[in-house]
Nanobody
Framework: QVQLEESGGGLVQSGGSLRLSCAASGIIFSRYTMGWYRQAPGKQRELVAAITSGGTTTYADSVKGRFTISRDNSKSTVYLQMNSLKPEDTAVYYC?????????WGQGIQVTVSS
């Protein structure tokens, strides 16, 4: 079965850094557009960053210049490097993989940024 397993979350002080990883199994990873979404309490889930199979990246305006998404197809893993973290980045972060009409989600991982 398909699994997307996130890791690397936790508690960090404002201005700090974290790197999230999402290891995929059960899919032909290289074909998938991979993305990171987040959902803060009381808010809708929003796209943070995405990377296509060809390596094209997209970022939410709120994270441009601070976050970097990358992928390693040999490891079936997508990463989100988060620098200069702010309290407003606090949320549950979800890994997403989509290809044609199918999409899969990870279970989510908490990122908390203290002020």
């Amino acid at each position: 079965q398909v699994q997307l397993e996130e890791s690397g979350g936790g508690l960090v002080q404002s201005g700090g850094s974290l790197r999230l990883s999402c290891a995929a199994s059960g899919i032909i990873f290289s074909r998938y557009t991979m993305g990171w979404y987040r959902q803060a309490p009381g808010k809708q889930r929003e796209l943070v960053a995405a990377i296509t199979s060809g390596g094209t990246t997209t970022y939410a305006d709120s994270v441009k210049g601070r976050f970097t998404i990358s992928r390693d197809n040999s490891k079936s893993t997508v990463y989100l490097q988060m620098n200069s973290l702010k309290p407003e980045d606090t949320a549950v972060y979800y890994c997403n993989g989509r290809y044609n009409f199918g999409a899969y989600w990870g279970q989510g991982i908490q990122v908390t940024v203290s002020s």
